[in-house]
């Protein structure tokens, strides 16, 4: 039986997610890239998904409901931070039904995952947000949210992380 939390809405829970939730979250998945013009990045499958999450256990999705209709989700996964020596959550996606969003739901979310943070011992809890989404920018400000503005994101994908990895020979012994 999967635990539900209470969360102060009416008619709104949030659940851990369950492999049989797998196709739901890629679902999820593909609106918010839609939301945020990326959904030809996308190349999540279900059985990736279903591998990473429910099998290596790499990251964790907690679902939300509204009249036990799913119209979110929060995908996280823990990090460490040298410096304060913890660990800490860091959120990867936030996503919330357009029509669910103005009713409370997102503060949910991060509450939820801020307790869970704190519970977990974690140092901190953090995520990247699209420099044009002002509404999300607006509302993380809200929640106590602080900008890493001396911070810039670096990434190596697709060929360029392969031409990196072939950089220098190194062999296991």
């Given at each position: ?9 009416a ?36 059985e ?21 209709a ?22 990867e996606?936030?996503?919330v ?9 997102g ?5 939820f ?29 809200q ?31």
């Amino acid at each position: 039986m999967e635990k539900l939390w209470d969360t102060g809405l009416a008619d709104f829970k949030l659940r851990f997610a369950e492999v049989t939730d797998v196709s739901l979250i890629l679902n999820f998945i593909r609106e918010l890239a839609e939301y945020e013009n990326m959904l030809p990045d996308v190349v999540a499958t279900e059985e990736v998904l279903r591998e990473s999450l429910f099998e290596q256990k790499i990251a964790e999705v907690i679902i939300g409901e509204y009249k036990n209709a799913p119209i979110g989700f929060a995908l996280f996964f823990h990090n460490f931070s040298t410096f304060l020596g913890k660990t800490g959550i860091y959120l990867e996606d936030l996503y919330v039904k357009p029509e669910m969003r103005g009713k409370g739901i997102g503060k949910i979310f991060l509450t939820f995952l801020a307790q869970l943070a704190i519970e977990r011992k974690c140092g901190r809890l953090e995520w990247w947000c699209l420099d044009w989404n002002e509404p999300s920018i607006k509302f993380y400000k809200q929640m106590g949210a602080i900008p890493m503005d001396d911070w810039t994101v670096y990434r190596v994908s697709d060929e360029a992380l392969y031409n990196l990895a072939s950089k220098l020979p190194i062999k296991k012994r």
